[in-house]
C-alpha cells in the first residue's frame, strides 16, 4: 500500500460521501470512487458499504482505519521532527508556528473569546494559519473536522485526550431598555412574569447548555441555537435570559440580573485526537490555546464583577 491510498481511504471514510472527500483531497469525486474501488480490489475485501446516504466503513474498514490513523500520525510526527530540526539548526529566533489549524468550539467561546486569543497568536506566528469553526454541535474530531475542539463537557468516549481549560460563569441578564420598560425583577418566581429568551430546547446538544431546567421556566418566548443571536435579542429589549459573563463587554446596554439568587459555573475542555499528543506542534499550539482561553476569560469576567 500506499501512504496515498491510506489518504483517500481516510477522507471517505471521515467524509462518509464522496463528494465531501473530494473536497477534502481535491480530487474529482469520480477519481476518488475509482481509487477506492482499485484499493479494495489489491485489498480483496469491501472497505465500504455504499447506499444512497453515503459510504459507511465495514468491518474490514474498521480495521484499515486504526492503522491509517496511526499512519497519518506517523507522518504529522514525522514533519514535526523534520520542522523542529531545522528551526533548531536556525537558531533560538526561529521557532515560528507555521501551517494551518482548525479550532472547533460552540458559539459563546468561538464568539466572544477564541477571536482575541488566536489573533494573538498569529500576531506571534504570522505564517500559522487559525480556521475557527463555530458548530451548535460537538465536533467530530474522529472524522477529522477539526484538530482541537472546544466543549463544555468532557466526551467519554473516542481516542481522546481532554484538558479542563477553565471555569466560566452564567447568570440571568437583561438590557437596560427592558428593565425599565417591564416590572421589577427581584426574585426567580418573578421570571414567570416576563418574557424569556434561550435555547431552542430540542437543539439543545449538551446537558451542561440546559440552562434553564432547573429554574422552573416552562415556556421560552425568543429562542434560538446561537448564543450570539440570543444576546442581540437581549440587546433589542425583547426579554431576559442566560448570558455567559465573558459575552457582556460586547453588549453594552445589557447588565446581570438577580445575580444572588441565580449563577451557574461550566467549563471548557480542550479535547485532541490521543494520535497527535507526539506532535510538538500541535502540543505547542494547544499550551497557546489553553493560556489565551483561561486568561480571556479571566479578564472579560473581571469587567463585570
Known sequence: MHWDDMRLFLAVARAETLSGASKAVRLDAATLGRRVARLERDLGAALFVKSPQGYSVTMAGERLLASAEAAEAAMRGAADGVSALRQSDQGPHSAALSGQVRIGAPDGCANYILPQVCAAIVDQHPALDIQIVALPRVVNLSRREADFAIAVSAPTAGRLTVQRITDYRLHFAASDQYLQSTAPIRRLEDLRDHQIVGYIPDMIFDQELDYLADVGVARVALASNSVAVQLNILRQGAGIGVVHDFALDAAPGVRRVLTDAFSLTRSFYLIRHAADQEHSRLQRI????SH????????????VS
Do not use: Y
Not at 292 to 302: M, P, Q, Y
Open 286 to 289: 494547544a499550551d497557546l490555546l
Open 292 to 303: 489565551g482561553i483561561k486568561a480571556e476569560v479571566s479578564r472579560l469576567e473581571d469587567k
